[in-house]
């Protein structure tokens, strides 16, 4: 097997990997084994409370089980219909050498849905891979289907920055370093880009039978975790229209919270809660707070929702005189509106909550957050810059000019009259972004290595 895509198993199914539960039997359920038509395999079930009039549907991560949800579903089934399953490749489910990709699971959700709820309305819940496979599910448009929660939702951000961060979480909690990660996420991003030049995509592999047999191994967990790492959700992301509510731990080292605030952000009427004390688990780690959240928002009133998810009161116009600069520093944030930002030399910059006129870095590292950059001729010029973009919008003539640097850019939306991205020399991943320019309408999920060219 190549190495680089033996490290990106490594990456997407080690670290994504939880400690699976003991076997649990959970009070109140009951379970069973039936044949589906999607995988044309056993798949496994359990219920509670059949006779409740609205059902939920709760599906779990990679390497897990129904037993992850043995927290969950006695509080649910006080006021739901419950229904969880074993993902076909784990638990009591059949295993093989399958396509586990998010869609085909969201295939087979659908139909036990229709087998176990019939005509009952229900709401979709999903813990990590699961929240992704509840994703696809919700933008399938499922009749009957209500209201949705994702649980620190994995696979939704391009690949490369997921493997990244999961490389810095796992130096940083065996080393105790925090230093680490920038180092971790700077190597584990250089072997992810040669699996990108790769003859072969590792989705191809995982999609061809023969590669599934011969380079997986027929092992499940590999399967499917590189199956959602090449799906893109960048449509299902902004279809689903549903209420939704996003819970994230507060210290989740496997899946990153920028992963929960651009689902929140993107999505037209979702909102995101933290929980404190609470790591990739949160429905076990801190069941009752999370009990309590999913309960409240399956069982809202529609009005109430609504002001939830109203959106905020439009911003005044952008009119500002103030510059900032950072020469030779580092740690410095910059918040609120700005003419210009100049960053030269500089390192760990933070700029969050803000608009710009223009935003000029040059030999450094920057994080923008919740950050939009209103250009004229240009909105962001780097050279030799290191940019980190989350939320936000980002225009003019020319959108970004860069030249030899790193963009990172998720949930952000393009808008150029000319070109979206001018490059010269450097590396953009795009995860759940929009670009509007001359060239290129629409959702961009992708990595572009740009030696000379434009988007």
């Known amino acids: 097997m190549n190495i680089a895509v033996r490290i990106t198993l490594g990456l997407l199914t080690t670290l994504w990997l939880q400690t699976a539960w003991a076997e649990v039997s959970i009070p109140g359920t ?8 999607i995988f044309e395999s056993k798949v496994c079930t359990v219920e509670a409370n059949r006779d409740a009039k609205v059902g939920v549907i709760l599906i779990h991560g990679l390497g897990g089980s129904t037993d992850d949800w043995k927290n969950t579903i006695p509080a649910l089934a006080k006021n739901f219909h419950v229904l969880a399953f074993d993902l076909p490749g784990f638990g009591k489910s059949d295993k093989g050498s399958q396509e586990y990709s998010p869609t085909r699971y969201a295939r087979l959700a659908h139909f036990l849905a229709d087998h176990h709820f019939h005509d009952k309305t229900y709401h979709i819940v999903g813990h990590s891979m699961g929240g992704a496979i509840a994703l696809r599910f919700a933008a399938q448009r499922p009749l009957r289907f209500q209201r949705l929660v994702l649980i620190d939702a994995a696979g939704i951000l391009h690949p490369q920055v997921i493997s990244k961060f999961q490389a810095g979480s796992f130096l940083e909690r065996n ?14 991003g250089k072997i992810l880009e040669q699996v990108d030049k790769l003859p072969i995509s590792p989705i191809d592999i995982a ?12 092992g499940p967990e590999k399967i499917a975790a590189l199956e959602l790492a090449g799906e893109d959700f960048s449509q299902a992301v902004t279809s689903v229209t549903e209420p939704t509510l996003i819970l994230w731990g507060s210290d989740d ?37 999370v009990n309590k959240l999913v309960n409240s928002h399956l069982q809202a009133s529609d009005e109430k929702l609504k002001e ?36 030269r030399d500089c390192s760990g910059i933070t700029i969050r909550n803000a608009r710009i006129g223009h935003l000029h870095v ?5 994080t923008l957050t919740d950050t939009d950059i209103i250009g004229k001729e240009e909105g962001v010029y780097a050279e030799y810059a290191d940019l980190t973009v989350t939320n936000g919008d980002i225009s003019g003539d020319t959108a970004i000019n860069a ?32 670009i509007s320019s ?4 629409g959702a961009i999920h992708a990595y572009q290595q740009m030696d000379d060219g434009v988007l």
């Open 30 to 37: 009951s379970e069973e084994c039936i044949l589906e038509p």
């Open 175 to 188: 080393s105790g370093v925090k230093q680490t990660r920038g180092f971790a996420e700077r190597l584990s």
């Open 207 to 218: 999609s061809s039978a023969l590669g599934r047999e011969h380079v997986l191994q027929g």
């Open 253 to 289: 080292l496997t899946v990153p919270l920028r992963t929960g605030k651009v689902l929140a952000a993107r999505m037209p009427h979702a909102r995101l809660q933290v929980i404190a004390d609470a790591a990739h688990e949160p429905m076990n780690d801190q069941p009752k707070e």
């Open 308 to 343: 939830q998810f109203e959106q905020p009161s439009p911003k005044p116009a952008f009119a500002s005189d103030r510059v900032g600069t950072c020469s030779n520093d580092s740690g410095m944030i910059f918040e609120g509106d700005y003419r210009s930002i100049e960053l």
């Open 362 to 366: 040059y030999n450094s590292r920057a």
């Open 403 to 434: 030249k030899y640097s790193r963009l990172d850019m998720a949930g952000v939306h393009l808008k150029a009259s000319k070109d979206a991205v001018k490059a010269l020399g450097s590396k953009v991943v795009f995860s759940i972004s929009e």
């Open 438 to 441: 001359q060239h290129t309408h």
